[in-house]
C-alpha cells in the first residue's frame, strides 16, 4: 500500500531512502526472499505520487503490478478495496510503506503460520511482540508498564473471505472493523520490532536510517 500522499514526511515514504536503499526497493527484496515464486507478482497501489513511483518501478528488475487508485485520499481502506478488487477471492498479505523495515524472515513466519492454520477464508493474522520483546519506549511516546500484552503490528494477512467483506465498508471506516468477523483472530509471535516502526515524519526516517547504520 503506497497511495498517501505522504505530506507530514515531505517525500513519497515509498521513495524515501534508508540505508541506501529506497523503501519500496527494500520491501519487494523481502517479499522475494521471503515469499519465494509467488501465483501472482507483487501488488503495489499507488494514489498521490503514482508518477515517480511508477517510473522508479519501470527501472527495476523485479516488476511488479502497478495500479493506481483515484480514490486514494479517501483513506487507506480504499487502497485495499482497490487491491481486493483487482485480486478478486484471494488471500492478501497488506504491507503499508508506512513499515518499511520488516524482515523476509518475519513474511515467512506470517505465511508458516497461515499455512499451519489451513488458510482460513475468514482469518486475520498479524505478527506480535510479546512483552519482553517491546521496547521500553518508542517513537510514539507509549511506554511498556508491567503485564502488557503483545503488540500487534504489520504487514497482516487477509482470507480471501474478509478481503471480500472488506468492499462493503465505507470509505473513511477503518479496517479493524473486519476483526469483529474474523475466525480466526490470530498471531504469530515474532523477535524483530520493525513491525511497530512507523515511518511517518523527517524524525521517523532519521531514527530509521540510523537503526540501519
Sequence with gaps: LAAGASSRLGEPKALAEIGGTRVLARMLTAVDDGLGALSTRPLVVTGAHHGPIAAFLAEQDARPEVAFHPGWALGRTTSVQAAARLRPEQDMLLWPVDVPLVSAAVLRSIVHEWDSLGQPANGW??????????????????????????????????????????????PDAPLRQLRQAADPLATVLVMDDAILDDLDTPGDLARLRSKMG
Design 125 to 170: 493474522l498479524a505478527p506480535s511482540l510479546g512483552p519482553s520483546e517491546v521496547p521500553a519506549t518508542k517513537a510514539t511516546g507509549m511506554e511498556r508498564g508491567p503485564g502488557m500484552g503483545p503488540r500487534f503490528g504489520h504487514p497482516i494477512l487477509l482470507g480471501a473471505g474478509l478481503t471480500r467483506m472488506a468492499l462493503g465498508l465505507g
